[in-house]
């Protein structure tokens, strides 16, 4: 192409000059004028790695004074152009542009832009761009995204819960399971799914102080989530510089002392806007109609203003059944709204859960089957359903589906709770309790009587609860001049034991803080043992470096004394004994401390021993949790209705121990109950729930199928390519790992996720599950996701031309390979992309228009192509101009059909479950009169704004290739 002064020109290889202008030329050379950055170049007329910039009618460009002009049309003059079309700023129709008054730092962003440009990326850009956005679209969509990447051991009733929950709107669930079957880790998951999916941005764990730290671990190491830990000081700190500290971080841990102790933090909890609110241990927020407590009122506020809210207690009802109401109340108030009648739901479950057996069972209905049905969902005409179950096609299985979804919601504790149990999901290490029977000391025998005179006036609770304690009674009685450590045979015996264990790790546990301090002082003072203690008294770094000095291998305690709340949360699987130095009060609390060992990840089974004395109230105590329920060997799912119904006779028996007369006959008699309960449990309740908790062989598929996403060779081949074109160094380690360093020509300076000194990675599972400093990559994990953003943020890859070397095409024969983007804009709160993620849609174009994409896919044909350099590329792009522009005008009719199908696919999917959100609110509202219509209404006003948002999506060129079919 000729050049002639004044005609603007781009640098193939430094588009960061800008625009260049000619301003000299002689026989063999041409120098350009870059303004951008007020530099001459000079530059070999016949082969230089220059492009011309010409700009067609509809394109945007902007003068050097910053107006901008809609191009109609392009007018030449001697070689230089004038652009005419209308200003953006004064709207003038007409009006010129020379090219030489063109913004110098114009740059070029649209592929189409780029291509004319010259501004080519390699070719395996274009293949990593083209891939990216395929597997990111997918992801939103993946059926087990979230899951996947994971650093956890694929275990069934987790993944079901996860999977159930994760994928909902705004979950609001209790997760109930036992102890130690992985609440953190199923509620990790739910988060995971719902940040990776877009549906939640900013989460609040609220858990027990002492459990903050192991929360914090935990969702960094097995979820990649960095999560920022608020206690007063980083508070206060914060305070100083913003109104809100919460909104200084997405995701926050903190206390509940922490949330309920200052109402001013509380409203600027409040106020923080979160998305999703975690609450451990939720058992701590007691209620009653006339006395809720200050925790349960601060998380009841927390929930109003948040969408998403997990609660988390493997002892859901250890507060009684009124608390256990209230807290599915914080969860689902339209379907919890009157405690009698939830009362009442409670001893109907048999029917509920026999026609949910039948209907998964995928049994024929007969005639009375079916009539217990319509009678169970008796608001709605549920013929059309009973039909469709006993047809053999795929409708009934759905038909079966929605029933019983329909089952649960309006009877049980629906789709709100999940419980497991060990007996549900099996595979646990047995329980033996070995029982350690002490003499009564004489010192305790007259403290006793002391107490007794004095003790008479106190209410029969406290007396019990003081017997429980013999050595705390004798030291106040005594005070100080003599210590219980002196003759209390517990002790003698706790050191021996001890010392006959020394390669065992021992946990023990004593209800209160004073009692794990003094034992702590007597085994170092007197046989030079050093053991870890943990109590409430500790500050919280304190405590987990007490627990860490236990667990540690090397150089560890053997053994740790706790206090009561050392029985909460935390993991001591690899402990296999432990001892009660003394009972709890409660059976949820002596659960609780046997779930400690009783964990996943438990390979041995475990010795629970308890040292008691004779004829004390723990003699009395052991015989009723072993003998009456059955609670130290297996758990106990009936100890909260035994002990409500047994009270006072077990109290008076605690107070007076001495005092046996039909103590036998008592716990024959709690035995039966405890029998009996369980019997109606596995009958009702608790069969529903567990069908709905573990999810059957719908989970075990599960876990097969995201073992099978493991060590995937696609993902392998993507990172691998991802890492090269970013530029990190990948050099292989022994056994699956792999080292990843910084090198010194990045894409970014910085790359999230990859340290100066480097990292180590693995795609196998299980080796990241045995080497804790290797990072765990899947699609999900942040450094893959980081990769993904930057490539598509940016251009990279958004334009390219390569050569097919095919003889049994025409010499010369242009194919245009364009990628587009369909997506939809709209207020974060209204998670559109559950519908309608950004899409990729793929067209190979010839030059006719012939949409060849479907005969010709993607990865098989990339191979058949090869590179061209930028220099010929850009010249070959330039023969063909025009024919480009009408291929691309093409396009548009060919991409509109196909981006409209996906748009008018995905609005039918948002209304029908937006219509299914609606009819089921509505169907409880038949039952519930506490449902209100603006309640209604909101739903309804919700699926109209998302049906607006998505009949305003749109479609863009995303990335484009020319293909030049060459013999050579
Ligand atoms: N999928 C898994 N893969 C590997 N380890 C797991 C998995 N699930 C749970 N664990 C381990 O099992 C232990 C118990 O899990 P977790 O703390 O989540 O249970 P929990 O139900 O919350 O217990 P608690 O009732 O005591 O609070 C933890 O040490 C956890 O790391």
């Known amino acids: 192409m000729p050049f002639t002064l004044g005609q603007r020109w781009i640098s193939d290889t430094e588009s960061d000059l800008g625009l260049g202008t000619v301003v000299a030329q002689d026989a063999r050379t041409v120098t350009l004028l870059f303004p951008a950055i007020g530099e001459n170049r000079l530059y070999a007329k016949a082969d230089s790695p220059i492009t011309r910039v010409m700009f067609n009618p509809g394109d945007t460009i902007t003068s050097h004074e910053g107006w901008q002009l809609l191009v109609d049309s392009v007018k030449e003059e001697n070689g230089v152009l004038t652009y005419i079309g209308r200003r953006l700023d004064t709207d003038e129709e007409n009006s010129p542009l020379r090219e030489v008054m063109l913004d110098s730092k114009l740059t070029f962003s649209k592929p189409q832009d780029r291509l004319f440009a010259g501004q080519l990326d390699r070719m395996d850009r274009f293949s990593l761009r083209y891939r990216a956005r ?7 969509r993946m059926p087990w995204s979230g899951l996947t990447g994971i650093r956890a051991s694929l275990i069934p009733h987790q993944l079901h819960i996860a999977n159930e929950v994760g994928h909902r709107h705004a979950p609001r669930v209790l997760l109930a399971d036992e102890v130690g079957l992985g609440k953190t880790i199923e509620a990790g998951m739910i988060i995971h799914q719902q940040l990776l999916a877009g549906r939640v941005e900013r989460v609040l764990i609220v858990v027990p102080e002492t459990l903050q730290h192991q929360w914090l671990v935990e969702m960094l190491r097995r979820f990649n989530l960095h999560f920022s830990l608020f206690d007063e000081e980083r508070y206060a700190e914060s305070r100083q510089d913003f109104d809100n500290p919460f909104e200084t971080e997405q995701l926050v ?19 923080a806007n979160w998305d999703l609110l975690v609450v451990d241990e939720a058992h701590h927020l007691a209620w009653s109609e006339e006395a809720p407590s200050r925790n349960y009122l601060a998380i009841e506020q927390l929930a109003q203003h948040t969408p998403g809210v997990l609660l988390l207690t493997a002892t859901p009802e250890q507060l009684g059944q009124e608390s256990h109401f209230a807290r599915l109340r914080l969860l689902d108030p339209d379907r919890f709204h009157d405690y009698q009648e939830f009362v009442d739901e409670q001893q109907k479950y048999r029917p509920v859960a026999d026609a949910v057996s039948l209907l998964v069972s995928g049994e024929k209905l007969d005639d009375q089957a079916k009539n217990s049905l319509s009678e169970l969902i008796n608001e709605q005409d549920i013929e059309p359903l009973l039909k469709a179950a006993n047809l053999d096609s795929e409708e009934n299985e759905s038909a079966r589906t929605e029933l019983v979804n329909m089952l649960m919601d309006r009877h049980g504790t629906s789709r709100v709770l999940f419980r497991n149990t060990r007996m549900g999901v099996k595979g646990f290490p047995i329980r033996y309790l070995h ?101 409430e008294g500790l500050s919280i770094i304190e405590r987990d470096r007490a627990a860490a000095w236990f667990a540690a291998e090397e150089n560890g305690a053997q053994v740790l004394l706790c206090s009561e709340i050392g029985s909460e949360g935390r993991n001591f699987q690899f402990a296999s004994r432990l001892v009660m130095f003394d009972l709890p009060f409660n059976p ?102 567990e069908m709905n908790s573990n999810g059957g062989e719908r989970a075990q598929a599960l876990v097969q199928s995201i073992a099978e996403q493991d060590n995937n060779v696609e993902l392998i081949g993507f990172t691998i390519n991802l890492f090269d074109i970013i530029g990190i160094n990948q ?100 998670q559109l992309t559950r519908f309608l993620p950004p ?60 981006a409209q199908a996906l748009i008018d696919g995905a609005k039918q999917e948002a209304d029908d479950t937006l219509t299914l959100e609606f009819n089921r609110l509505n169907a409880l509202k038949a039952v519930n009169p506490t449902i209100r219509d603006d309640e209604l209404e909101a739903i309804e006003d919700n699926r109209q704004q998302i049906l607006d948002c998505l009949q305003q999506a749109s479609w863009r060129l995303d990335a484009l290739r020319m293909i030049v079919v060459s013999h050579q």
């Open 134 to 140: 395929k597997y990111q679209s997918e992801q939103y």
């Open 588 to 689: 949820d609390l002596l659960e609780q401390r046997i779930g400690r060992l009783d964990r996943i990840g438990q390979t041995r089974d475990i010795q629970i021993i308890v040292p008691y004395l004779e004829n004390t109230a723990q003699a009395i105590l052991i015989r009723w949790f072993h003998e009456g329920l059955d609670a130290f060997e297996h758990t106990c799912p009936t100890g909260r209705p035994v002990y409500d119904a047994v009270h006072d006779e077990l109290m008076a028996y605690l107070a007076e121990p001495a005092e046996q007369t039909g103590f036998d006959d008592f716990i024959q008699r709690c035995r039966t109950k405890h029998l009996s309960l369980k019997t109606q449990l596995e009958n009702g309740r608790d069969r529903l729930l």
């Open 435 to 535: 029982q350690i029977k002490l003499p009564l000391p004489t010192q305790y025998q007259t403290a006793f009587k002391v107490a007794k005179i004095m003790n008479g006036k106190k209410p029969i609770d406290t007396q019990a609860h003081d017997m429980l304690y013999p050595e705390k009674i004798f030291q106040n009685f005594e005070g100080d001049s003599v210590s219980w450590l002196n003759f209390d045979p517990r002790v003698e015996w706790l050191m021996e034991y001890l010392k006959q264990n020394r390669n065992e790790k021992i946990l023990v546990i004593c209800a209160q803080a004073a009692t794990a301090l003094q034992l702590e002082q007597t085994l170092r003072e007197r046989e030079g043992i050093h053991a870890a203690v943990f109590h």
């Open 839 to 898: 899409t990729p849609i793929r067209l190979m174009l010839d030059r006719k228009g012939t949409n060849l994409a479907a005969q010709v896919g993607f990865e098989s044909f990339n191979r058949q192509l090869s590179a061209v350099n930028r220099h010929t590329g850009s010249k070959l792009v330039n023969a063909v101009q025009k024919d480009i522009h009408e291929v691309l005008q093409m396009a548009e009719t060919e991409v509109a059909k196909q």
């Open 731 to 830: 050099e292989d380690d022994s056994d699956n790992l792999m080292i990843l360093t910084p090198s010194d020509h990045m894409l970014v300076p910085d790359f999230p996720g990859i340290p100066q000194d480097g990292c180590t990675i693995t795609f196998d599972r299980e080796k990241a599950l045995s080497r804790e400093d290797a990072q765990f990559i899947s699609w999900e994990h942040p450094i893959v996701r980081n990769g993904l953003d930057l490539i598509l943020s940016g251009d990279t890859g958004s334009c390219a031309v390569s050569l097919l070397k095919n003889r049994a095409l025409p010499v010369g024969t242009m194919l245009m390979e364009l990628i587009y983007v369909v997506e939809a804009q709209a207020p974060k709160n209204l």
């Open 253 to 271: 841990i903190c206390s509940l002392n922490f949330v309920c102790q200052s109402k001013q933090r509380l409203n600027d909890l409040v106020e």
